[in-house]
């Protein structure tokens, strides 16, 4: 297959047009820019087009999760010139951010999918929070993409080597970058990141400087420039609507309101990854369920009273797991996809029954 030009500009590379081939080597592919009750903005070979899913692609829907969002490769019926393109295959995500979907369909609606690079954000100023920092590590973690920390408004901060030491102490062996986003000092540290082709995406609290990082990373105001095209309230999908965006590095950012959102969801794997120190000593626990609560043999208690790990961290690890384990009783988003599969699975054979009935009566 010949490599859709316009499409290496969006990340298509070989692991892409490998599933694409295995998936919908039929069907034209596309990236998803972003998404707005059900209308797409894509990107194909050929240049920007608009888009929806095919009512096939909707009826055999199993959960909120198989729709495509923001990040997305799909493949793509394209009509007559100047028709809108047809969604008919979303392929498999390498990651995803997802949140616990609002409408009928159960499962978790992806905010954000194919993330390869997640900073981390986390200001150097009053509001700097080590147990935050581990619950978006965590979820960092759960969404597959490699999480890289980034500790902004260094300029407000008089012990940046100590504050330094606590982040590496909660997350071992991820990278960290320093710098203050609002003058530029130490943006350049992130320049080997954000290489070509590449995807990523901003996680972090509200006040942390993730728009003024977004604006210093595309060289223009995102938010400024898109409040004066919405009030022109020109077209549905301006360019500044778009929630996936080529950066001058060439690399890609998503950035829209769902990932600036996600919650602890989904997260059971990446509380390992996130705590793998803890999990190092859990593994030598004497109990393979061991809750590190008053068991003999606890490996976990023997190395806090060593004083080789921070009771903290422990602490942490079980509060974001038992709130994950709540979140998740809530929703169970298998036992009710499983329950939707049953139900179609019987309304598609009573279907096929009739059919055959009166196909056969006629
Ligand atoms: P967001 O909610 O994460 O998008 O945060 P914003 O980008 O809106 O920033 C919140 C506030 O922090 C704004 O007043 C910014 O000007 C300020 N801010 C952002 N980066 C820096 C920085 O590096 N140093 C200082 N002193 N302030 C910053
Ligand atoms: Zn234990």
Redesign the pocket.
Known sequence: MTEPLALSQYGWNDSVADRFARNAAELQPARVLSERRGSYALVTADGEIDGSVSGRFRYDAMSAEDFPAVGDWVGVELGEAGASAIIRAVLPRQTQFARPARGDLPGARVVAANVDVVLV?S?L?HDFNLRRLERFMTLAWSSGAEPVIVL?????CEDVAGRLADVASIAPGVPIRV?????G?GIESLTPLLESGKTIA?L????????????ALLGWDRQLTKDVREDDARGRHTTTNRELLVMPSGALLIDNPGI?SVGVWDADEGLDDAFADVQAFAAECRFNDCTHASEPGCAVRAAIARGDLAAERLASQQHLAREWAALARRVDPNARANERARWKAIHKSVRNHMKQKYEAGA
């Open positions: 954000v200001g100023d902004n408004k260094a300029d407000l710098l203050s986003a609002r003058d000092t901003l972090g609290s509200s006040g942390v400087g993730k728009s003024t990082l977004v604006n600036r």
